[in-house]
């Protein structure tokens, strides 16, 4: 058993849910208890939906389990085909339904359905979301490509056969679909990026293809795997069996994108892309160099999120908007070498958790003056009074805004070159309020851009404010318990900079510790400061 | 009441049913007790829910969690109930102001077998009264939405103290400025004594015995009143303080039943009544006529189809519940007009083809419907809203009212050209 407030991934059947609502023609048949429908508001609230999730429930009771489960399964599958006529059918259980073990999966390959039924494993004790869209959307397709796999031994056509064939190169872009982050515009800037290139799409999965699309993946030139927690294990198994060569750069960020591009023309055989055209494509680059970003110099940040986003976050962050990376973990177990070797870079130890309350201490440890996570880390920012910034799935509906809102290509990177920076306190008044601090209005853990709430993560449908904003004295007890902060000490630290207050805190006493001093004067909050600059 | 009016028989469907399961009450009990926590005892699905239907609030202190089964507790690896300790443990170290805890059953729990009233006991000995601990299930294969609570009062009951004093209990979740207004009407009629279960502290516990009438302000506690009978309340029959009618013969009954003499009632009630009607006037002339079709949900639809037909004028196509307990109906359906097609249950498919033949006005629908009929050009109300809205009472009706006038106006307000 494992105590869990806030969880980072649902249960792996929504992952199922995921890949099944972002496509076209495919049913989903899920024997689960009455309830289990909540799922449905994830697509027709968070993403706003227009229509229901193609998803048919069989909705057992306590009064069912009784009877024959498995006879219910059988007519909601006869049931969901008879009315949706799906060119695809999935097939599985909840995490109630695996309990009682009727198979359905089975039941439905002996049906005689006359569609391409594909039965889905997901242990919903030990698997999680992303887990169970990567798997329905690997089963899926190698259930259709099955029969179309070359032998082993035959020749493949390499990536550059597309001037043999005297047509545009062509490429599939795997892994978006709905409650990923930010998907839909991803998708609508990386085609204009494509074109540019003269790069065609030739399947989008699975957000908008059918099955016959699916049937279509092997004529790519290349797989770009966009969202690697869905689409990794596809993009091996076609790289495998059919040869199809994988990029596996996520094009977020400046550096990343302009990575992502060298590596695409040079696999395909184009002109490598022009060194220049990220500043001229992107604002981010002269936004950044331009003198009002010079006091975002060495802010420290806190990185949180999937693993995609948190690495490509890190990147971001150290070396195209010059912060200080203080932390960097992950809640995405599948890609935990990926995110230890970005931290490995960065000098950090990365935390691999999906424990929320893991993830805060280490957030409170790390004192940062922005978080970068998920919607879990705005609670724990809240708490600590720091502000944050969403960058990843878990969101809520704030985040499938209405605008153009993508964070890969280069109006990606403007899009996060704004939201990242909003929450932080402007220049000119970052100063006024360390260099006055009597004032009636401008006080201590203001920030008057985001219409002056004194608590800096407050966000407007928040729940009660928790009116402390001072950053909370988190390590007041060290080990040995015996630390005492003077009055003096004490007035001093408040003289600190509301952002930066949590860190002299613990560099003080970290130095109080280090040196056997029980009492924390103004003194040695100097004498710390000396010793830990460089 | 006595009179009955003709209803067609009740359609008992069986099908996918698109609802909630009983664990989303929490998303409103944490906040009438907020010196309580609930610790579902399930899947990761379960806190899934729970943080998709609560997780658009930014909480500094969360409320609720859930313990959550691995593998090695179904394998029988690990003893469930030594892990349960521990967590619950750990829990309260973090929290040590929760005065109670709500050990909530989930579909998991109750299909392995987990006894949950047993760990409660068992916490609460250790606890030696630091923290109480309760237990009640949430799970959806017994449990639909609003039954939530009606578990988590039921489990409540055992810990009222006994008191044989006359006393008037309304049972059922208020929105605080209602209660007080209820309480304060009440007392100019010279009722006294009037508790309320829950209560806004989860330690203050309201008293029951053979003196206590229980008065429902909601239509889903069957569980509650029965438990609360067994310790010697009797419950007074009334229809639910819906609308100025509901409202009115609801405060009635519960004075009548403490023998307050009606001139008296009738002083209090009669200018609230005329000032509700009055309030309804406007909505009514928008509502009148309209057609309205409610899906099942809560238990509350047939006081909300009796009151927007009988004082907004609607018609009603066909009221969808969950569950009919003909005992708590029973002041309820004889006011339904001739021929209201009632439905118990649900084929959401089924049911589905008939709100697109019948094509009515507006739809009381659940989330995960709301969307995609309006996409199809229905106007919904998303029935949930009912639940977090202070509906009760005569001052109350008009903004009742406006709640299903809100998603026709706005109809007629958007306009693209």
Redesign the interface.
């Known amino acids: 058993?494992?105590?869990?407030?806030?969880?980072y991934?649902?249960?792996p059947?929504?992952g199922a849910m995921r890949i099944a609502a972002s496509m076209e023609g495919v049913h989903y048949v899920l024997h689960a208890?009455?309830?289990?429908?909540?799922?449905?508001?994830?697509f027709?609230?968070?993403e706003?939906?227009?229509?229901?999730p193609p998803v048919?429930?069989?909705?057992?009771?306590?009064r069912?389990?009784g009877g024959d489960t498995a006879e219910l399964v059988k007519r909601?599958i006869q049931?969901a085909v008879d009315?949706f006529k799906p060119e695809a059918l999935l097939v599985g259980e909840?995490?109630?339904a695996e309990?009682?073990q009727d198979q359905p999966g089975s039941l439905a390959c002996g049906m005689d359905l006359g569609v391409p039924v594909v039965s889905l494993e997901l242990?919903?004790?030990?698997k999680?979301e992303n887990w169970g869209a990567a798997e329905t959307l690997y089963q899926l397709c190698r259930g259709l490509l099955k029969s179309q796999v070359p032998a082993p031994g035959t020749d493949r056509p390499g990536p550059e056969r597309w001037k043999e064939e005297n047509r545009r190169p062509r490429v599939n872009l795997l892994g978006p679909s709905l409650l990923g982050f930010r998907c839909r515009d991803d998708v609508r800037e990386l085609r204009g990026l494509l074109a540019d290139h003269g790069i065609d799409v030739n399947v989008v999965a699975p957000l908008g293809a059918r099955p016959a699309d699916l049937i279509r993946l092997p004529q790519a030139d290349a797989n770009l795997c966009l969202y690697p927690e869905v689409a990794g294990p596809l993009c091996s198994w076609l790289e495998r069996n059919f040869g199809t060569p994988v990029v596996r750069t996520v094009p977020i960020g400046i550096g990343a994108t302009a990575q992502f591009l060298r590596e695409l023309c040079a696999l395909l055989g184009l002109e490598p892309p022009e060194l220049r055209e990220a500043d001229q494509r992107s604002r981010l680059p002269w936004y950044s160099k331009s003198v009002d970003s010079t006091y975002l110099t060495g802010k420290r940040v806190f990185i949180f999120a999937d693993a995609t986003h948190a690495i490509a976050a890190a990147r971001i962050a150290s070396r195209e908007l010059g912060f200080t990376v203080v932390g960097l973990g992950s809640y995405s177990r599948e890609q935990a070498r990926e995110v230890r070797a970005a931290a490995k870079e960065l000098g950090l130890e990365a935390l691999i958790s999906d424990d929320y309350?893991e993830v805060e201490q280490a957030m409170a440890q790390a004192a940062p003056e922005l978080v970068l996570g998920t919607?879990m880390e705005?609670?724990s920012a809240?708490?600590l009074g720091i502000p944050c910034a969403v960058i990843s799935a878990?969101l809520?509906?704030q985040d499938v805004p209405a605008r153009y809102a993508p964070q890969m290509g280069w109006e990606g990177a403007n899009v996060i070159f704004d939201s990242w920076v909003h929450p932080l306190m402007m220049g000119l008044e970052e100063h006024l309020i360390g260099m006055f601090r009597h004032d009636f209005e401008f006080v201590d853990g203001h920030l008057s851009h985001l219409g002056g709430a004194a608590a800096p993560a407050a966000?407007p449908?928040?729940?009660p404010?928790?009116e402390e904003t001072e950053v909370t004295p988190l390590s007041a007890t060290p080990e040995g318990g015996s630390l005492r902060w003077t009055a003096s000490g004490e007035a001093e630290l408040s003289r600190i900079p509301f952002f930066v207050r949590g860190k002299v805190r613990r560099n003080t006493e970290a130095y109080a510790n280090e040196r056997g001093v029980a009492e924390i004067t103004e003194e040695t909050l100097y004498e710390a400061k000396a010793h830990f600059s460089r | 009441m006595a009179q009955t009016s003709v209803l067609p028989p009740v359609l008992r469907e069986s099908g996918q049913r698109e609802v909630f399961c009983g664990l989303t009450s929490i998303v409103w009990l944490h906040r009438r007790m907020p010196d309580a926590f609930f610790l579902v005892v399930g899947s990761r699905t379960c806190a899934h829910l729970i943080q998709s239907a609560a997780g658009v609030m930014i909480f500094a202190e969360p409320r609720f969690g859930t313990a959550i089964l691995g593998e090695r507790d179904l394998a029988g690896l690990a003893d469930a109930n030594e892990e349960l300790d521990r967590l619950v443990g750990d829990l309260l170290a973090r929290r040590p102001e929760i005065r109670t805890l709500f050990l909530v059953g989930s579909c998991p729990s109750e299909v392995i077998k987990l006894d949950l009233a047993k760990a409660a006991e068992r916490i609460n000995t250790r606890m030696q009264g630091r923290v109480r601990v309760v237990n009640y299930s949430g799970s959806g294969i017994e449990t639909t939405f609003t039954q939530g609570e009606d578990g988590a009062l039921t489990s409540l009951v055992p810990l009222l103290p006994s008191n044989p004093e006359p006393q008037l209990l309304i049972v059922g979740t208020l929105a605080d400025g209602v209660e007080e207004r209820f309480l304060s009407l009440f007392a100019r009629m010279g009722l006294e004594t009037v508790r309320t279960l829950p209560p806004r502290q989860s330690t203050d516990l309201p008293p029951v015995g053979p003196g206590t009438r229980l008065l429902l302000a909601q239509p889903f506690v069957a569980d509650t009143v029965r438990a609360l009978e067994r310790r010697g309340a009797q419950r007074i029959a009334a229809p639910y303080p819906l609308g100025v009618e509901g409202s009115c013969a609801w405060m009635a009954a519960a004075a009548a039943a403490f023998g307050i003499d009606p001139e008296r009632v009738a002083a209090v009630l009669d200018p609230l009544a005329e000032r509700g009607r009055r309030a309804l006037e406007p909505l009514r002339r928008k509502l009148e006529g309209k057609r309205l079709f409610l899906l099942p949900d809560s238990q509350l639809e047939i006081p909300l189809a009796r009151f927007l037909h009988r004082e907004c004028g609607m018609e009603l196509v066909e009221v969808g519940t969950p569950y009919l307990d003909r005992q708590l109906m029973a002041e309820e359906l004889p006011l339904l007009p001739e021929g209201t097609q009632l439905s118990e249950g649900q084929d959401v498919e089924k049911q589905l083809e008939r709100v697109r033949a019948s094509r009515p006005d507006l739809v009381v629908c659940g989330m995960g419907l709301a969307n995609p009929l309006e996409a199809e050009g229905f106007a919904t109300k998303w029935s949930i809203e009912l639940v977090f809205s202070p509906i009760h009472g005569c001052d109350q009706a008009a903004d009742l009212a406006e709640l299903f006038a809100r998603p026709l106006n706005r109809r007629e307000l958007l306009q693209w050209n």
């Open positions: 058993m494992e105590l869990t407030l806030w969880t991934e649902g249960p059947h929504v208890p009455q309830g289990d429908t909540y799922a449905d508001l994830l027709t609230m968070i706003r939906r227009d229509r229901r048919t429930y069989t909705t057992f009771q306590a069912d389990l909601s049931q009315r909840s995490c109630t309990l009682i242990p919903a004790y030990s999680k309350l919607q705005r609670h809240k708490r878990p809520h509906v966000q449908m928040a729940a404010v928790n």
